[in-house]
């Protein structure tokens, strides 16, 4: 601290002086240490603002080059691409807003930042210099403190822009699917390693090409189309699942999974296609498609099997055993009648006898009817009219049948699986909906038979039931694909539950899975 009396002198500020107005002997102190890397190149026609750039830059730690008209500027960036260039508008011969266009279109140039110095300060100026390409604007007399605030600013910005351009290269490169960068006119201007081993392409052979190369003649038109599709996508957006089948370079065809999206790039936007080979992943799809397709085969062989099966037990116990049984109730009755009157103890015994008998004949009529109703013999909605009638006299609950087809034209085995599914799903419903009613429809629709089981009952949540595995759900199901069809369940808990079958009349198609 200063004693009594001490005089206080001000230090004088050079931070906030023009460039123009400070000697090279009294520049501002450094605000950070020098750092090295970063190169600037100074294009100015005014020898005092070279020298004196150069020097307060280099202070900074930057590497400085300069030149004194926009040509040989050019020339100094063609030799050593700089990292930033201060570039003044009022050049002789070329301007500054000309160097910049010709810095533009220079493949190694076009990225580096350049910041114009001009003593016109007005809009139309700076305008012209950002449509020009120009990255930032400063008006002279240059301020040091915003002259150099300005240059780190764009030079932190190139050098993270650069940084996550080679982060961008190695994922692009590094990525285990094959990835294309085109331009807007579909040209390929980059591709990634996988690219080239994938499609058995030099990359000096795809660079510059055609998109459409890649992909079959066949599909060549069809690709045009759907182009259409991609070129409306906003930057950040994608288009996934795309299939299509790719060619190689020696002609051999793969199929492909296709994820397009729009990047916006310093060098405009390019649409980017990522291509997955899946030809292994979908052969393997198609043999367990097949292979499920085996089982169900086999699933309905065995339905239809165990159906024969019912049927020639049916017969058997209701041809033969109730023969028996009613040729036996005839014998009793007659022996009833012969010598019941002489002995009153042996009528009663013969009556009893009967009685037992008849028990027995409705026993072998319920088993012969609960392995396979005799109304299926008369066709599918009788069938349903004795079930339904069936359902209401052992269950207790009002079940209605609404059949809104005169007649139903379908092969026995087919009948024979939608009454299974009915039987099913009002099995389902006696032991666990608490229904107070049932309504079943049957009607026809473009070819299709549509069945359809409804109740009032308390529902259940049915995807919970699905990823439990039902199998009673899923019994119905299979019976369903079985017969070229589906079936869906939807129920919500308190309000019921409702079962629709679809299948076709006659048909028989070979059950097609997505996957």
Known sequence: MAGPGAK?????RYDDKPLSTLPAERLPPMSTPPRPGAHILVIDDTPEIRLLATVLLEREGYTVSSADSGEAGLMRAREAVPDLILLDVMLPGMDGYDVCRQLKTNEALRDTPVIFMSAQDDVPAQTQGFTVGGADYVTKPLSVPVLLSRVRTHVALH??????????????????DAIILADPQWRIVQVNERTLDLFGYPREALLGQPVDILIPPRLREHHLQRRALYEHLQPGERQLGVSTDCVRSDGGEFSGDLSVGLLRTSRGPLLMTVVRDVTESRRIQQEMADSRQRLRDLAAQGDAMREYERKNIAREVHDELGQVLTALRMDLTYAGMKFGAADADLLDRLQGMRVLVDRAIQGVRNVASNLRPSALDMGLIPALEWLSGEFRRHAGIPCSLEVDTPTVDMPEHRAIGLFRIVQESLTNVSRYAHAKSVQVKLRQDAGQLVLQVRDDGQG???????????????????????????????STIGDGTTITARVPLHQDPPVQETT
């Open 8 to 12: 206080l002198t001000r230090r004088p």
């Open 159 to 176: 050098a993270q822009r650069r940084s996550l351009e080679g982060m961008f290269r190695d994922a692009l490169e590094y990525a285990p």
């Open 460 to 490: 259940f949540d049915a995807a919970a039931s699905a990823r439990g595995g039902s199998f009673g759900l899923l019994g119905m199901q299979e019976r369903a694909l079985a017969l070229g069809g589906e079936l869906t369940v939807h």
